[in-house]
């Protein structure tokens, strides 16, 4: 683990939250090259600056940003007379999927957060100790946006033929007895200008999918359909999204795709598996835990999505970030039974997934927070180099070609912002 912005023992963070009017834009506010933004539905947080950056690697990742978190937020002095959810001290995460992955994990303070929720906006402004940083920013300031841009993004590491002959591996080893499901994806790769305003995607993404949670952590952006943990006040909430089809052309073909996914054996077997791997998680850390019995259709613009709700009460004192470390990974973006299914993905897929199916979101001073699975996604570097992810989940009746088509649905989210 790393953590350059780990605090001395001499110094800490001053935080101060105040009510504001309303904001016309979040997105609007953010730095244009790295933006900060957690939004959905209009409610969000909007960061601006750093004030700390925290980076972490290896298998402890998420249990080392959980304690480094703690003393950070007990040693700040925090003003917050809102005590909201997103007021006070808060950061930004985004972390990698595999335990050896070459990409960091990051937590981020902003110098400037701006949050809007329950029809309340608010600032809040984070330096260290009681000195301002020269460059700091005090008031939020709308910006307009760079000029438009437009990129092709094609195959990167994995081939439509690799993905399809990996497919077919992939069945060969469930039908041997290996494994019951994994997660394979693809990439596609692509350049944008090295000034490209980032703001354009992720505004593309937020008005095309607005039931998603859209985010931009560290030049992670995306528009993700999956809650993976929600706490606030003792609370806790998952959505699961596993068994996908493709909407209909029109009334009756979408339909008639909703009732056939409903209906489908291969995907109610790829929900159960992801669901039941949440459950299994939370367990230790929760009680009185609600689920429907039979999963529900969510309808996005592209996709029709098998979903499971899930609610519970956190029975100890685990921040949102520790119960990620318990989630992480779910068989909806790995596989079951867990172990077999992330080393089969380490053995099949020829590229490091770096942050993509691992958690995004944020988490506040006292541990609640927010976090989404990095879905419908891409990684933006600092030269301008894109790298985008879509995956599925492979059991035993999958065939290749299919699931290289739902790669392609997957896919249209960012492929669309960026082109």
């Known amino acids: 683990m790393t953590s350059p912005g780990t605090l001395p023992s001499t110094q800490h963070l001053v935080v101060e939250t105040s009510q504001v009017d309303d904001v016309r834009s979040?997105?609007?506010?953010?730095?244009?090259?790295?933006?900060?933004?957690?939004?959905?539905k209009g409610r969000g947080l909007a960061g601006v600056g750093e004030a700390l950056r925290l980076e972490f690697s290896g298998p402890t990742r998420m249990q080392d940003a959980a304690a480094v978190w703690r003393d950070i937020a007990s040693a700040a002095t925090v003003r917050d007379p809102l005590?909201?959810?997103g007021t006070g001290l808060v950061a930004f995460g985004t972390f990698a999927f595999a335990d050896h992955s070459t990409q960091s994990s990051v937590?981020?303070?902003?110098?400037?957060?701006?949050?809007?929720?329950?029809?309340?906006?608010?600032?809040?402004?984070?330096?260290?100790?009681?000195?301002?940083?020269?460059?700091?920013?005090?008031?939020?300031?709308?910006?307009?946006?760079?000029?438009e841009y437009r990129i092709t993004l094609t195959p990167g590491t994995e081939s439509a033929d690799g993905f399809r002959e990996h497919v077919a591996q992939a069945v060969e080893?469930?039908?041997d007895g290996e494994l019951s499901k994994v997660v394979l994806s693809r990439d596609l790769i692509g350049r944008i200008p090295a000034d490209a305003d980032l703001r354009r995607v992720v505004s593309d993404l937020a008005v095309g999918y607005p039931d998603c949670?859209?985010?931009?952590?560290?030049?992670?952006?995306?528009?993700?359909?999956?809650?993976l943990v929600g706490v606030q006040d003792g609370s806790v909430t998952a959505r699961v999204l596993a068994g996908t089809a493709s909407r209909g052309a029109d009334a009756e073909s979408d339909q008639q795709a909703a009732v056939d996914l409903v209906t489908s054996a291969k995907d109610q077997d790829e929900h159960q598996f992801a669901v039941q791997s949440v459950l299994a998680s939370l367990r230790p850390h929760t009680s009185h835990v609600l689920t429907s019995e039979m999963p529900f259709t969510l309808k996005l613009p592209n996709l029709w999505h098998l979903a499971t709700d899930i609610e519970g009460t956190l029975t100890d004192d685990a921040s949102s970030l520790d119960l990620i470390d318990a989630l992480h990974p779910t068989a909806a973006v790995a596989g079951s039974p867990t172990p077999a299914a992330v080393t089969l993905i380490e053995q099949l897929e020829p590229f490091d997934r770096g942050r993509y199916a691992g958690p995004v979101g944020w988490v506040g001073a006292d541990g609640d927070g927010e976090w989404a699975i990095a879905l419908r996604c891409a990684q933006v570097e600092p030269g301008g180099d894109v790298t985008a992810y879509a995956g599925c989940g492979?059991?035993?009746?999958?065939?290749?070609?299919?699931?290289?088509?739902?790669?392609?649905?997957?896919f249209r989210p960012i492929v669309d912002a960026f082109g």
């Open 394 to 410: 492979i059991v035993g009746e999958s065939v290749p070609e299919k699931e290289l088509t739902e790669t392609r649905m997957k």
């Open 83 to 85: 005590r909201m959810p």
């Open 107 to 147: 937590l981020i303070v902003p110098q400037l957060l701006i949050g809007r929720r329950d029809g309340v906006t608010w600032v809040t402004r984070i330096r260290l100790d009681d000195s301002q940083a020269p460059d700091a920013p005090t008031n939020p300031r709308s910006t307009a946006f760079g000029p």
């Open 26 to 40: 979040l997105i609007a506010l953010v730095d244009p090259q790295r933006p900060l933004l957690w939004l959905r």
């Open 213 to 227: 949670w859209t985010f931009a952590v560290d030049g992670l952006v995306g528009s993700s359909p999956e809650t």
């Open 173 to 175: 080893r469930i039908l």
